[in-house]
């Protein structure tokens, strides 16, 4: 069964560094997401991405944070200089035209910044 | 942000029996609604979903229901086993791809 992927399981940065953090969809799907969950709370939006562009981001989704799909099949998130309150689980997304509107998950990043 | 609910942070319910998980939502401009599963250290699964022209939708031992005019679906797991155990999340959305807002989940314990 096809699935979502994402590498790094587990990242480990200084405050400040920047981070890219990588997923790889399901082949046909044609929408893309980013989610975070910091821990003990719920898993938020942060950005949707559609025929190459983005299509709504939230207000978390700030300069420092941007996506790409470099070459078809990846779908990144970089964060350009992180800090400590970054520290959470990224979740990416993706889903294609269907009756039941359901979003596939990846396992998640977790993000620690030192 | 408070959009959808899920005010019992856990269940716990014997094997066999009915689980029943409750979401609210105050957003009317819902139109899609969506339950997930999640174990420690995995993404969200999908479960099953039900759009606001339904009141309902089965999926095998799972049921959704959908009461638009409470603002009030609930998800029902018949007969409930142990691997029923997890996280579960309701998430809505406005339109079809459009962003998941999600619960803050509600853990389900399946006694044996």
């Known amino acids: 069964e096809p699935e979502v992927t994402q590498t790094p399981s587990h990242q480990v940065t200084q405050m400040g560094q920047e981070v890219i953090l990588r997923c790889v969809p399901i082949?046909?799907?044609?929408?893309f997401y980013w989610y975070r969950q910091i821990l003990g709370q719920k898993v938020e939006f942060l950005v949707s991405?559609?025929?190459?562009?983005?299509?709504?981001k939230s207000e978390i989704f700030d300069d420092q944070f941007s996506v790409e799909r470099p070459d078809g099949s990846n779908f990144t998130l970089k964060i350009r200089s992180t800090k400590l309150e970054d520290s959470a689980m990224y979740f990416c997304?993706?889903?294609?035209?269907?009756?039941?509107?359901?979003?596939?998950f990846g396992p998640g990043t977790r993000l620690t910044v030192l | 942000d408070q959009q959808v609910k899920q005010n019992s942070p856990s269940l716990s319910v014997q094997e066999g029996r009915i689980s029943i998980l409750n979401c609210d939502y105050t957003n009317s401009m819902f139109d899609y609604f969506l339950w997930y599963k999640k174990y420690p250290a995995e993404g969200p699964t999908f479960l099953i979903s039900i759009s606001s022209i339904k009141d309902k939708n089965e999926d095998g031992r799972f049921t959704v229901f959908l009461n638009k005019s409470a603002k009030h679906l609930s998800l029902h797991i018949v007969p409930s086993q142990p691997g029923d155990s997890a996280v579960y999340f309701c998430a809505a959305s406005e339109g079809y791809g459009n962003k998941l807002v999600f619960g803050a989940g509600t853990i389900l314990r399946v006694k044996s």
């Open positions: 991405f559609y025929n190459n562009e983005i299509s709504e």
């Open positions: 997304a993706s889903a294609n035209e269907g009756l039941r509107n359901e979003q596939f």
């Open positions: 082949s046909n799907h044609l929408y």
